[in-house]
């Protein structure tokens, strides 16, 4: 079980924004982090909790461990609202946090 | 360039079935576990059905335990999700995934790494 928070968020471009998810038990390093945009696919940001994909802008940041983490986005840009998911991988089923929709303020 | 595209889906009546399709281009396919994830409308993601790369490992979520079959066809470059006894709640956008997958030290992490456009599944009289 995942609970992300906020469930959404007002910010302004460049604003740090930070979004966070807690586990139900400890799972390791186990995460990765999703941004969603209307009417598209995921793309991933963030695996094992602080590894930047490939080709992902390093305003992206991912930490934490156990049952704690944090996706922080150091100064946001336009292209950035989105929806931000988190996903569980340390055992099946995985499981994905509810979702953050960061806005425009 | 890796692709996953999704086929197969529509408007079912309760009860009815479906099965999606998913053709994979790009990449060895039989190299890669591969997974279903779902979008109910206006709704956040939910992981579906996960399968190894030889199809030895199935694990689904808790709510479609019975219903759904997830397969492959690694000759074929195809992953399947069969859908049986289906309900309102199934309504979702079905997208397949590739785990690109990160091993270090023996620990292997899973990378959604390329998604397909999803197919719409409508379960409705």
């Known amino acids: 079980q995942m609970t992300q928070s906020p469930s959404s968020l007002s910010a302004s471009v460049g604003d740090r924004v930070t979004i966070t998810c807690r586990a139900s038990?400890?799972?390791?390093?186990?995460l990765g982090w999703y941004q969603q945009k209307p009417g598209k696919a995921p793309k991933v940001l963030i695996y094992?909790?602080?590894s930047l994909e490939s080709g992902v802008p390093s305003r992206f940041s991912g930490s934490g461990s156990g049952t704690d983490f944090t996706l922080t986005i150091s100064s946001l840009q336009p292209e950035d609202f989105a929806t931000y998911y988190c996903?569980?991988?340390?055992?099946?089923?995985?499981?994905f946090g509810q979702g953050t929709k960061v806005e425009s303020k | 360039e890796v692709q996953l595209v999704e086929s197969g889906g529509g408007l079912v009546q309760p009860g009815g079935s479906l099965r999606l399709s998913c053709a994979a281009s790009?990449?060895?396919?039989?190299?890669?576990?591969m997974n279903w994830v779902r979008q109910a409308p206006g709704k956040g993601l939910e992981w579906v059905a996960s399968?190894?790369?030889?199809?030895?490992?199935?694990y689904y979520v808790d709510s479609v335990k019975g219903r759904f079959t997830i397969s492959r066809d690694n000759a074929k470059n195809s992953l399947y999700l069969q859908m049986n006894s289906l309900r309102a709640e199934d309504t979702a956008v079905y997208y397949c995934?590739?785990?690109?997958?990160?091993?270090?030290?023996?620990?292997?992490?899973?990378?959604?790494?390329?998604w397909g456009q999803g197919t719409l599944v409508t379960v409705s009289s």
């Open positions: 995934a590739r785990n690109g997958g990160y091993c270090t030290g023996g620990v292997c992490h899973a990378i959604f790494d390329f």
């Open positions: 790009g990449f060895t396919f039989s190299s890669n576990w």
């Open positions: 399968i190894k790369q030889d199809g030895s490992e199935k």
């Open positions: 038990q400890d799972i390791r390093n186990h």
């Open positions: 094992a909790a602080s």
């Open positions: 996903l569980q991988d340390y055992n099946h089923p995985l499981t």
